[in-house]
């Protein structure tokens, strides 16, 4: 194998991180979600020695399969959690500020129509405390006519207006690479598809843990001073046999439109006809998503989870209903996606109605951490944090650290006539190395992907430079091309080959086997159901 390739570089980290008498480790992160990179990168900025590994691919789990929006939970208020919106509200302000080009402000419309649930006053108070937690005030209610502008092709019977208000989005997998990018700067070393097989435990306290490498099947064995799971779905997997249970997997599915059949400016919000949950339509990556549901999952947490008939069905009933002169069916669908989220479960009966907060466990020195908000990871590392510092009393805790790279000191980096909004997106997603990129680009490679918003220097990028194991790493979480474009890109898999083949090391005979595996994936997990009757346009 070439050694320039990413997979020969891997196996020399592997070798010199651990293997050797110096492998042991401040902290041990597993897991490689939103949640185990923040607490990863905080860690890491902390002075600690950490590793971090994934038993798949970075982001694979809930983190690449979200609904994501970087939001203050409006929905919270009315239900009396004052101090989770006003957290998840400031976080989102301070990713806008940080990530420009990753995270984005979104502005939020929702329709009042007569004898419809949140009316006018109601709805229009709680956007006046959501905007005072931000720091910001603004206009939120429009007549008719003036809302009918700001989204054309909205139901008019019974309208009265609507209000809008500002959310943000991201690109979550993208989110978590850039984290982790950043911890790598800070000194962690993070690993994909590196397996914990058991944890290890010195007398009463966790001191490492047994690794295994999915890919080749070796296995090593590390000491850790302090072990920390950030599984998700999976924590109580790893939890001692006698602690109690409290994940509940809850699945959240979606659809994605191309842009052109659900043109939507704005990002249009509304209250399910059916069961009064909200449901929401927004533009994303060149495509727009609809989502979100809210079931319980009961499949095999290690099995991709997909979108069901009955899920289909439901948001179609919602999309139908707010834009019915769109008569939008079935076929216009490009993808699905569906994410399990690990929400701490309390009995109810309904699943919207059970909590978002996060909770950290302690158990003979394992901290397991599971709930919680893609807006408020850091929050959720921080509190990790306080408790691993119970465990290493030669470390002091700080609270307040001043983040790697601000968006002042990137901006100045752009050069070679990149258009400013390119130049943004770069940075956003890579950082500092953003300008790396453009020093690898090709011929052609700046172009946007016909459908997305995807450079073909990212490709090229990802492929060389981050971890790539799989086709599916490369179309499903380094760039998104499996959900934004017809038949996950098979359409562009011809110019794709030619970028990254070389760039990954691959023969014919592992990109082709590489390429049935994702098609096959993709069929069964990212498509319409098999079982999905046919569904008559809106009237």
Not at 229 to 243: C, M, S
Not at 274 to 280: A, E, I, M, N, S
Not at 290 to 314: F, R
């Amino acid at each position: 194998m070439n050694p320039d390739h990413w997979q020969a570089r891997r196996q020399a980290v592997l070798g010199s991180s651990l293997t050797t008498p110096e492998s042991q480790w401040d902290m041990l992160v597993i897991g490689g979600g939103i949640t185990g990179a923040g607490i990863c990168l905080e860690a890491a900025r902390r002075g600690l020695k950490v590793l971090l590994v994934e038993q798949r691919d970075f982001a694979w789990g809930t983190s690449s399969r979200s609904s994501k929006l970087v939001h203050g939970g409006l929905r919270y208020l009315s239900e009396g959690k004052w101090s989770l919106t006003r957290d998840a509200v400031q976080e989102r302000q301070r990713l806008l500020h940080d990530m420009p080009g990753l995270v984005e402000m979104q502005s939020f419309a929702f329709a009042d129509y007569a004898g419809r649930k949140p009316g006018r006053w109601l709805f229009s108070l709680g956007l006046a405390l959501y905007d005072r937690m931000a720091g910001q005030r603004g206009r939120h209610y429009y007549p008719a006519s003036e809302f009918l502008m700001l989204v054309p092709g909205i139901g008019r019977d019974q309208l009265k207006g609507g209000l809008c208000y500002d959310d943000a989005k991201t690109d979550d997998a993208r989110l978590v690479l850039r984290v982790l990018q950043e911890a790598r700067e800070a000194g962690a070393c993070t690993m994909n598809y590196l397996a914990v097989e058991e944890i290890c435990y010195t007398g009463q306290q966790a001191s490492g843990a047994l690794l295994k490498d999915t890919l080749d099947g070796k296995s090593y064995r590390i000491q850790a001073r302090a072990v920390v799971n950030a599984t998700g779905v999976w924590a109580d997997r790893l939890r001692l046999p006698a602690a109690d249970k409290h994940i509940r997997p809850l699945r959240g599915s979606h659809l994605v439109f191309p842009s052109w059949r659900l043109p939507v400016a704005q990002a249009v919000s509304l209250m399910h006809p059916r069961d009064g949950r909200p449901v929401f339509m927004f533009p994303w990556e060149g495509a727009t998503l609809v989502g979100t549901t809210d079931v319980d999952h009961c499949e095999d947490l290690q099995q991709e989870a997909s979108i069901t008939k009955d899920e289909v069905l439901y948001l179609m009933e919602a999309l139908q209903w707010q834009f019915p002169a769109l008569q939008i069916g079935t076929g216009d669908i490009i993808s699905t996606y569906a994410g399990v989220r690990p929400v701490i479960g309390s009995g109810k009966v309904d699943p919207s109605r059970e909590g978002r907060d996060h909770t950290v466990w302690q158990e003979q020195g394992l901290i397991s951490v599971a709930g919680g908000k893609l807006t408020t990871f850091r929050l959720i590392a921080l509190d990790v944090l306080r408790h691993v510092a119970t465990l290493l009393p030669d470390w002091r805790y700080v609270e307040n650290m001043q983040g790697n790279a601000s968006a002042a000191e990137l901006r100045p980096i752009a050069a070679q006539g990149v258009s400013e909004s390119v130049w943004q997106r770069l940075q956003g997603r890579y950082g500092r190395q953003a300008k790396y990129i453009l020093d690898c680009m090709q011929n052609g490679e700046l172009e946007r992907i016909s459908g997305s918003d995807t450079l073909w220097v990212e490709l090229r990028w990802a492929a060389r430079h981050e971890s790539v194991m799989r086709l599916e790493d490369l179309m499903l979480r380094r760039t998104r091309l499996g959900l934004l474009l017809p038949a996950g890109g098979m359409g562009h898999m011809p110019r794709i080959r030619r970028i990254c083949q070389p760039e990954l090391g691959w023969g014919d005979t592992q990109w082709e086997t590489q390429q049935h595996a994702y098609q096959e994936l993709w069929q069964r997990n990212y498509s319409l159901p098999p079982d999905l009757p046919a569904l008559p346009e809106a009237d």
